[in-house]
């Protein structure tokens, strides 16, 4: 058996398991994407946060906070003080 697992460090260091390929966007493409078929382009200094909080209205900090708690399984709205 030992011989089995030399030979497998050996193989492991020669081939090194290759990083997955991303198939399908990330949720900021996605973003991206909805914004831009919105027509609404970001300014030069605008995050993308930024610019998803503007279109929604809201505070960039209130979005923060909104989607850590739905990361978190928080299904609460934001509140209406937090509005822009």
Do not use: D, N
Not at 40 to 57: H, K, N, T
Request: net charge positive; aromatic share 6%; hydrophobic share 45%.
């Amino acid at each position: 058996m030992t011989y089995i697992a030399r030979r497998l460090q050996r193989l492991e260091k020669r081939f090194p398991a290759q990083p997955p390929v991303r198939t399908e966007p990330s949720g900021a493409e996605h973003i991206a994407t909805w914004l831009a078929s919105k027509g609404i382009a970001r300014g030069a200094p605008e995050s993308l946060i930024e610019a998803f909080a503007r279109v929604l209205g809201v505070a960039v900090q209130a979005l923060c906070v909104y989607l850590q708690r739905r990361a978190a399984g928080v299904l609460a709205g934001l509140p209406s003080q937090e509005r822009m």
